[in-house]
Every structure is written in C-alpha cells, then in structure tokens.
C-alpha cells in the first residue's frame, strides 16, 4: 500500500504573532513546525504501516525552504521518502488552490491512501483536503482519531458527542485527521536513518498546473489582533464589603447581573 501524507508548516504556536498590514507579520516568527493535526494525521499513517511492513509512506509539503526541516523530523519518525514543492508564496494561496497543487502531485506519485490534517492551525481554513478529495473523486472521511485497512476497505473511528463512531470507505480514499492521534517521538536511529532517506524536489509549474487554476478565489481582506486584556483589579476591604463590591461592579460595570 501507497500512503501520502499531506504535511503543512506553520508558525510554532510558541512563537510570537503579531499583524501588520492586515497580515501575519512572518518577521516576528522565530519558529516554525508541523501543524499539529497534520502530526495527528502522520501518525495515523504510521500506525497502518505498523501493521503492515509493505506499507510506504511518502510526505508531501508545499512551501519555502524551511519546509524541508518539518520534512526531516516526519522522515525520522518513519515516513519512507518526500516530495517538496517548493513555492516561496504557498502562503498567498488559498485551500482550492494548494488543493489543484497537491492534485498534481497525488497523480504524479500515485497513492492508495491520502492522509491530512482536518485543518492548519495557522489559517484554520480547514477545506483544502476536501477540495482534494473533491478534485481527485475520492471518498472522503473527515476528523478521525484511528485508522485500520483490511483488503480494500479502510475504516476510520472518530469521536461525536456522547460516543464514537465508525465508518468505512472503499480504497482509494482520503482521510482528514482532526483528534488527537499522539504523535510518536522520533529514535536516534530513526534521526539517523531520514538524512538517507530521498526527497523529491519539485515545484507548481514542474507539476503541470495550470497558471488559470493558481489564482486564489478567496482573499483575506482584514486581519486583527483580539483587543487587548484589561487588567485585573483587587478588592480591598473585609471579605463583606469585598462581596459587596464585587455584586455592584458586576451590577454597574459588567451589567451580568
């Protein structure tokens, strides 16, 4: 079996985030990593090959250089090999975009299973695995937690409200990971194993996209910060005339009461 699994870098949610100009200001960013969902996904991925050693595993990420250090730690963990697109811009695009650029590559390296993150948690967009889905005419499964395959039927289980619940789809399918699948760490062996592990590099036009279907249709026209935290007070007095103040201010001032 064929999985690709579809990995995104985002800003590491450590990582200071500040707007300017109605956009992420990328230079204020001091670290990057995998969505964590796209994690969540991979180590679904993984867990399939656990159970079947003929499984291969292939990254696939789109996006500037520094992708290729996400790329390295997804390899260490057990992924077989990768392709990066490269696309200083990959950020500009928008989710039926990057889908039409993944499309391409799904063809051009073949899969029996495609593997996504329900969402990046930089955009929260949340549909360019299903646009995939969509353009390549696959069954689609959304927000999973664990994924078996038998024959040529997978089945995926996912939470809902009060249980959980189990679905199958025919091969060849896509799954989107959206509940926690804790990742595995990577061995030393593993560290050391991904520098001899191949990467493909490629990029949008090395793919065969075509340049009408790379405009993106949705564009982000204003972009806030939430307001800033108003600062705490501390009521002084005996612990009565604090219950007093605090009835009225919530009274007068909140207005919840």
């Known amino acids: 079996m064929k999985i690709l699994v ?7 949610t450590a990582s200071p985030i500040s707007v300017s100009n109605n ?8 670290k990057y990593a995998a969505s964590p969902y796209d994690e969540y996904a991979l180590e679904q991925a993984l867990q399939v090959k656990d159970k079947d050693a003929s499984t291969k595993i292939t990254l696939v990420a789109m996006g500037p250089a520094r992708v290729r250090e996400m790329i390295m ?11 990066i ?6 950020g500009e695009m928008d989710g039926l975009t990057v889908a039409h650029v993944l499309a391409a ?12 993150g329900s969402k990046g948690v930089d955009d929260d967009q949340g549909w360019a695995g299903i646009a995939l889905a969509e353009l390549l005419g696959l069954p689609l499964i959304t927000t999973t937690r664990s994924t078996t395959v038998a ?16 679905v199958e ?14 990742p595995r760490y990577p061995t030393l062996k ?7 592990k191949p990467i493909q590099e490629t990029d949008v036009a090395g793919l065969g996209v075509s340049g009408d279907l790379l405009a993106p249709r949705v564009q982000m026209v204003k972009l806030d910060m939430p307001p800033a935290r108003q600062a705490g007070r501390i009521l002084q007095g005996e612990p009565a005339d604090q219950v007093k103040e605090l009835a009225r201010l919530l009274r007068e001032q909140a207005k919840v009461i």
């Open 6 to 12: 579809l990995m995104k870098q985002v800003p590491d």
């Open 23 to 30: 956009q992420v200001d990328a230079s204020k960013i001091d």
């Open 73 to 83: 730690q997804g390899l260490a963990m057990g992924a077989d090999d990768a392709m």
């Open 85 to 90: 697109i490269k696309a200083e811009n990959a």
């Open 105 to 116: 590559a799904a063809k051009k390296t073949g899969f029996d299973l495609i593997f996504a």
């Open 151 to 166: 024959g040529a039927t997978v089945r995926c289980q996912r939470d809902v409200e009060g249980g959980k619940e189990t």
């Open 169 to 182: 789809a025919a091969l060849p399918a896509l799954i989107t990971s959206g509940q926690a699948t804790e």
């Open 190 to 196: 593993g560290i050391m194993g991904a520098k001899k």
